[in-house]
């Protein structure tokens, strides 16, 4: 109970929290919560299903792509249901690629996914007659009318930071509930050992498939919210660099933990904003924090704090030697 | 269309990058078997080599000596990374193990465009090469034939090696069978080591040699890395010979590609790699599972 | 005898050319409890995949009761009834004891690609998950991930995770591998419990568990079928003797066991 007054609490500061910030803190703030959100769902993929996936951008991307279409030729299609369609368009192509994928393991696995994303970069960069190559879409979502009357204008970081922080937490509860179902409990076992869990009865293809599917549809959620708070979504989005940041960002805040990515993101994207005002070499500095990483805190900066983390270790708090994958 | 010595100069051409994408792929993929690492910085040791063979000829004229700088300085840096490095998060998986990789290709890249400049450097072709000699019914450049015939004999030194030597059984034996060949009593770590040297330097060599010929630029880790993958996917981890099939096969891909689809070039080593994960997952010569 | 619980027709195998297993035949009956000993490198382990579905043979078919299984995927047969043990330990490493078991019983509940009940919130699967725990003794080391118990507590692990999908024929490839005389023992009765009204097939070396437990021996032979028959049968036969009890010391030690 005391859990849930706790995270009551927590919802109501975030959504508080804008009337303490400038507008350009802000922005960041809602950077945070669609690349938190794009971690998180990679997440589901890594750190509980044991799949490294190199391509995750491609239904960032997807999604993306999707609401920009859908308001250039389907006009004022509000927000939400937007970001629905957007959800879907990512759900059918994560199916697609993950029914290729999905059956390879490890290297393979995360090759394979590599091979689709630059293959839909690709897709993105010529079809100029649909995606405007090089040069982006542009994306204009339209204001928001809710029931009561009150408008949200879609340029207004205070109302997007809201409409973004709603759908994102929403997203995180559906993705906090799978991993709890016996369906979440199945993505535990293709990765602690799927053969094992074949001879169970579980259908691993089937199962991964779903999780993969799944994941890509929240990664779609998030690309659908940045295409709309950049009002402009190019090539950019699927390549190789947003989908390797996202593993950084999800790595840096720790696998092990159901919100360790996002805590990855936040630091990522505000030490990178620091960084970049302090030297022009910050990519050097965070590859080699990256490094650093995995050499000495590979749980990420939960890990730090967490159960058998450094820190714990450190004061002598822990016993269990085992790493618990909640 | 296009007349006949054109196709032949595309296959030549073809066949020099292939050759040159052979080199990196070939450390690239015995580690691989031997490891189970696909090691992403590899791309990096090859970019490294052709910086180094810039700095060289910049500081002493000499683009030969170049040709032992390199290797030499790069090797030592994979043997720092493979026992330094790589084997102590070796208990943590090979996702670690490759994100290691990643992290380390990228901190390279970005230390190359600190240290050289985020620019493209002219690495000027040294004299004894330079110029062309008529072949195929057009001027071909010496140099292009000096990597072909360069690569060439590194190939077959390596076969030699591999296949006459005690060493080369032993290297072969641990690709195939890494517990068996340590149950026999040898240092297979030592192996490790070595093999994992012996590649980074081998991609250093085939920077300096491809330095004259495409430039020192800060991308070009980057654009060999994938064509490096998509090799040792299709010709099989740990097959050298499929390395090198591999490796002509997408220098020639590449060439007619940009000859005849030019929009869709890029895509196409994509999609065979694709269809070999797909499709026969241990690539051609590859052990299955 | 009715029909078997589990058949073996004709089993042929190959490894790269090297024969392993040649015009293997093997009837089960229903409720029987069936050893298969032999040397190492007889043959065994590979008989037991065939079985499970790991491996697909070269030659042969393989019947669980009505249907035929030769080939099918693990998760299928799993589902048929099958349940089976490895003779590495196969566990899930960082999953603890319960979680691991209740794993097993989501998947004999048919819920395995439920997305919307919460697994915490299923007291029919944690009831019965305990009743698992309770059955192999497990129940203290029930919060303990696998890779932190002692290696006979794993063993017993790996038999809760078989007997969890409530499987009625029971696969043991080496149960006691490893263990000392007492947690021997202690196996000996637990899967004499775990095995009351399902039918048993077991691979082991320890003569005493075999010759204790086994209402049927069955003896490969460098990939043969040697002989098939009640313990005594096996006891006594020249051939199984020249070629794997060996030594009339060993003989006395299957009489001792048996007596």
Avoid at chain 1, 115 to 120: E, G, K, R
Avoid at chain 1, 158 to 163: G, I, K, M, P
Avoid at chain 2, 46 to 53: C, E, H, S, T, V
Wanted: with cysteine.
């Amino acid at each position: 109970m005391r859990r849930n007054v706790l995270i009551a609490a927590a919802i109501v500061l975030l959504f508080l929290m804008p009337f303490g910030l400038d507008t350009l803190r802000l922005r960041v703030a809602i950077e945070i919560l669609y690349f938190g959100l794009f971690a998180v769902s990679f997440n589901l993929l890594f750190g509980y299903s044991g799949m490294l996936s190199f391509g995750f951008a491609s239904t960032f991307g997807v999604g993306g792509y999707a609401v920009g279409l859908i308001w250039k030729h389907l006009g004022a299609v509000p927000l939400p249901l937007a970001v629905v369609m957007g959800a879907l368009a990512g759900a059918a192509v994560g199916l697609v690629i993950g029914f290729f994928c999905v059956r390879l393991r490890g290297t393979y696995f995360s090759l394979l996914t590599l091979a689709f994303s630059q293959f839909l970069f690709a897709v993105a960069l010529k079809w100029r007659d649909v995606t405007r190559g090089d040069d982006g879409l542009t994306v204009t979502p339209p204001d928001l009318t809710l029931p009561g009357g009150l408008v949200l204008h879609m340029g207004n970081a205070l109302h997007f930071y809201w409409l973004a922080l709603t759908i994102v937490l929403i997203s995180l509860w559906l993705a906090w509930r799978f991993i709890r179902t016996p369906l979440g409990n199945a993505a535990l076992l293709m990765r602690e050992n799927d053969e094992r869990a074949a001879f169970l009865g579980y259908n691993v293809f089937g199962t991964k498939l779903i999780v993969f599917t799944f994941a890509s549809t929240l990664a779609a959620v998030a690309g659908a919210l940045f295409a709309s708070f950049q009002r402009l979504v190019s090539p950019g989005a699927l390549d190789l660099q947003t989908g390797t940041e996202v593993v950084f960002m999800a790595l840096f805040g720790g696998t092990g933990a159901f919100l360790g990515p996002f805590l990855g993101t936040a630091a990522y994207i505000l030490l990178q904003n620091w960084l970049a005002k302090t030297t022009e070499h910050w990519p050097f500095v965070i590859g080699f924090l990256f490094v650093v990483m995995i050499l000495f805190m590979h749980t990420g900066l939960v890990g730090l704090f967490g159960r058998g983390g450094p820190v714990q270790r450190l004061l002598r708090l822990n016993r269990t030697p085992a790493e618990e994958p909640r | 269309m296009f007349g006949l010595s054109v196709y032949a100069t595309q296959a030549l051409h073809g066949m020099v990058y292939g050759m040159l994408l052979f080199l990196v792929s070939s450390g690239l993929t015995l580690v691989f078997g031997m490891m189970g690492i696909l090691n992403i910085a590899h791309a990096a040791f090859y970019m490294l080599g052709a910086y180094l063979a810039y700095t060289t000829v910049a500081a002493t004229g000499s683009f030969w000596l170049s040709l032992l700088v390199a290797p030499i300085v790069v090797g030592l840096l994979g043997a720092a990374v493979e026992r330094g490095l790589l084997r102590r998060i070796h208990r943590y998986g090979h996702a670690y193990e490759l994100l290691l990789t990643f992290g380390l290709f990228y901190m390279m890249a970005e230390a190359v465009r600190w240290i050289w400049g985020n620019y493209t450097l002219e690495v000027p072709t040294p004299a004894l090469l330079s110029g062309s000699i008529p072949l195929l019914g057009s001027q071909y450049p010496v140099y292009r034939l000096f990597i072909l015939a360069f690569s060439a004999l590194i190939c077959l030194a390596m076969a030699t090696v591999l296949l006459r030597t005690r060493v080369g059984i032993i290297i072969r034996s641990a690709v195939a069978d890494g517990e068996m060949v340590s149950a026999l009593g040898i240092n297979t770590p030592l192996v490790a080591l070595g093999v994992f040297s012996v590649g980074a330097a081998l991609a250093a060599i085939a920077g300096v040699i491809a330095a004259p010929f495409l430039q020192a630029d800060p991308a070009m880790g980057a654009a060999i890395l994938v064509d490096s993958f998509v090799v040792v996917v299709v010709g099989g981890f740990g097959s050298l010979l499929g390395a090198l099939l591999a490796s002509l096969m997408i220098g020639e891909l590449q060439s007619f590609g940009i000859l005849w689809f030019p929009a869709f070039a890029m895509v196409f080593q994509f999609l065979l790699m694709a269809a070999v994960l797909v499709l026969r997952p241990q690539g051609l010569f590859g052990e299955k599972g | 005898m009715t029909t078997p619980a589990l058949e073996l027709r004709d089993i042929h195998h190959d490894f790269s050319g090297l024969q392993v297993l040649t015009g293997v035949n093997l009837a089960v009956a229903p409720g029987e409890r069936h050893a298969i000993i032999g040397p190492n490198g007889a043959g065994k382990s590979t008989l037991f995949n065939i079985i499970s579905g790991r491996l697909r043979p070269r030659q042969g078919r393989v019947l669980y009761g009505e249907h035929d299984i030769t080939g099918a995927p693990p998760h299928r047969i799993a589902r048929l009834g099958v349940g089976r043990s490895f003779q590495i330990i196969n566990t899930f490493p960082r999953l603890t004891v319960y979680q691991s078991v209740r794993s097993a019983v989501v998947s004999r509940r048919g819920m395995r690609l439920d997305a919307w009940r919460l697994l915490d919130g299923l007291d029919d699967v944690a009831r019965e998950t305990t009743e698992v725990l309770n059955l192999l003794e497990l129940t203290d080391r029930r919060d303990t991930p696998a890779n932190a118990l002692s290696y006979g507590e794993q063993r017993e692990l790996e038999i809760a995770l078989t007997v969890a999908v409530r499987p009625e024929l029971i696969l043991l490839d080496e149960p006691t591998a490893g263990l000392n005389a007492e947690e021997t023992h202690k196996a000996i009765g637990l899967i004499r419990r775990v095995s009351e009204r399902k039918t048993l097939v077991m691979v082991e070396h320890d003569m005493d568990v075999v010759f204790t437990l086994a209402d049927r021996i069955s003896v490969l032979h460098y990939g043969k079928m040697l002989a098939s028959g009640p313990p005594d049968e096996i006891r006594h036969n020249a051939e199984v003797q020249r070629a794997y009890l060996g030594t009339k010391h060993s003989v006395a030690g299957a009489d001792r066991a048996a007596g």
